[in-house]
């Protein structure tokens, strides 16, 4: 057991009160969240079983099996068809965050809420990539034209793999990544921004949902964790 364990587990049981009747969680993995007994939850990844296996090396065990394969940011949900949405550590895998949160903003239905847990690049892999400022998101979401996934695979390539692009290995590693549309983390940010985004989205797009739980990364934490409720 580590040494947060316990604190997660008091905060998951904080949490899970919020989740009632019928949702999704993406992007499970190996690790669902603990939903009280009657809450029923189907789990959404962007490949089957046998995909996410070979996509991760076969390096998971006890890969939870998606009930629904799809994008996460374009969710095949009516408007208003769940009650909730888990999204943990999937936010930084999607070219478009801000898309993705308008998404689930309106696959809930009125008092449904989003669950948030995005990695803080301070305790983390992307600890040395540049920090992604809110300007940069709604550039390319409002001009998705000219999204440059090459630059943001090479970005990762340069500062998590740690390879220089003078290295003679650089691009036949980026090559690969692409080849294999690897799920990246797109983005790096610090709890700041993620209360930022949501912000952004109230107050620019007027969509209506409330904070009810912000906690901040903490030593046993290592990312920001939000709640909002949609009005």
């Known amino acids: 057991m580590t040494k947060g364990a316990p604190l997660r587990w008091v905060e998951n049981r904080i949490l899970r009160r919020y989740l009632r009747g019928r949702g999704l969680e993406i992007g499970a993995l190996w690790r669902r969240f603990p939903v009280r007994a009657g809450v029923r939850v189907w789990y959404v990844d962007r490949l089957n079983p046998e995909g996410l296996d070979d996509h991760y090396g076969g390096r998971l065990e006890k890969i939870i099996s998606p009930d629904v394969v799809a994008d996460a940011a374009h969710l095949p949900v009516a408007a208003g068809g769940v009650d909730f ?15 993705g949160l308008r998404g ?8 449904g809420v989003l669950l948030l847990r995005v990695p803080d690049m301070r305790y983390t892999m992307d600890r040395r990539r540049p920090r992604t400022p809110l300007q940069h998101l709604v550039a390319e979401q409002e001009n998705p034209q000219a999204f440059d996934r090459r630059a943001h695979f090479a970005e990762w390539v340069e ?9 003679r290995a650089f691009e036949t590693i980026l090559g690969r990544l692409l080849e294999r549309d690897y799920s990246i983390h797109y ?13 952004y989205t109230r107050s620019a797009w007027g969509l209506r949902w409330e904070p009810q739980v912000f906690w901040r990364a903490h030593f046993y934490r290592k990312e920001a964790v939000a709640l909002v409720k949609k009005t």
């Open 85 to 99: 949405i888990i999204a943990s550590h999937v936010l930084e895998h999607l070219p478009f965050p801000l898309a």
């Open 104 to 111: 689930w903003h309106d696959a809930l239905a009125p008092g």
């Open 159 to 167: 500062h998590v793999q740690g390879r220089a692009p003078t290295d």
């Open 187 to 199: 983005h790096a940010w610090v709890d700041d921004d993620v209360r930022e985004m949501i912000e």
